[in-house]
């Protein structure tokens, strides 16, 4: 099921089998920029290969 994530400050729409390499590419993000959100606290990091509607909460903001 889609869901919604922030990135760079706008929102995004992602759907079931988005990767994180997908959302690096549409942010125009290098490969070297490590991907992370926040989660009570506590920073996650995510690997290019994972599904976002896999890994984040709706809504949240994916930082490079």
């Known amino acids: 099921m889609p869901q919604t994530v922030t990135v760079d400050g706008e929102e995004m729409l992602v759907g079931d089998r988005t ?3 997908a959302v690096r590419k549409f942010a125009d993000v290098s490969d070297d920029a490590i ?3 926040r989660e009570d606290d506590v920073v996650r990091l995510l690997q290019n290969t994972e599904v976002i509607v896999e890994r984040v909460p709706e809504g949240t903001a994916i930082e490079f």
């Open 35 to 37: 991907a992370f959100y």
């Open 19 to 21: 990767t994180v390499a």
